[in-house]
């Protein structure tokens, strides 16, 4: 898992966007960007973290010694650097989990074989496919929806055609000790007959220079992203979770899957 030099070549890049397409070995950043890196040997562990929410670009060399060194670059904003000492790998990881806060302990349903591809396309399918994995004593803990469960690809919404008894589907589930997850976007159809946009337009969706809502091409067409630095937006979001108003959700939907949230624009290729 050693870090490919880069002298020479694009430094590894660090902010969080949705790609599309992705080459093998690209020092460009995914989802999600951590700024630590660790300095691994036979004798002692070291980490080193930045602390900085702009983009960052890192250069990776090595020497005849052999020493590893990495130059940070960065956009702006605070020099915020921590150092951890170990000595060994796992006290730095302990250290740096200090410094960051702990995750909650997962729930065990949690940690087994999820199901998931893009998509299925109707409720029958999804009870054929766990029907399948039992009758061939496959473990699987839970199935994933992407977006065309939904009602034309309106979240906390359910296809009427195709998904027409999500409750049913989801006490089959449960039958056979399974979990569902959904997929929610932070995006939404601008939709005047859409209740969950109707809700925040105006008031909780990220803004442009001119205070107009922002508005741009995603999954639904012309859509809106809520503005997760209000905290009233924040609040407004969560409430749609709730069984009363995601409507045909149960609590074997034990799982949502926040996707597009960096927040991304589709692009043809």
Known sequence: MTLRETIN??????????????????????????????GHSKERTTGVFLLNAAQQFIDISYNDQPKASAHFLVEGGSLDLFVFYGPTFKQVVRQFVEL??????????????????????????????????????????????????????????????????PIGMQEYLASMDKRLVTIIDPHFMVDENYPVYVGAKGKYFAKTENGDDYQANCWPGTS???????????????????????????????????DMNEPAQPTKH
């Open 100 to 165: 960051t806060g702990k995750m909650h302990m997962p729930q065990l349903w949690t940690l087994g074989y999820h199901q998931c591809r893009y998509s299925y396309k109707t409720q029958d399918e999804v009870k054929e496919v766990v029907s399948t994995m039992e009758q061939n004593d496959f473990p699987m803990d839970a199935i994933w929806l992407d977006i065309d469960y939904t009602d034309g690809k309106r979240y906390f919404t359910w296809n009427p055609d195709t998904f027409s008894d």
């Open 9 to 38: 070549s694009d430094p590894y890049r660090l902010k969080n966007v949705d790609a599309g397409v992705y080459p093998a070995y690209s020092t460009n950043s995914l989802y999600g960007a951590v700024p630590i890196v660790y």
């Open 224 to 258: 809106s992203y809520i503005d997760f630095l209000n905290p009233e937006a924040r609040d407004y979001y969560a409430s749609w979770f709730q069984f009363d108003k995601f409507n045909g959700s149960t609590e074997t939907l034990a799982g949502i899957w926040n």
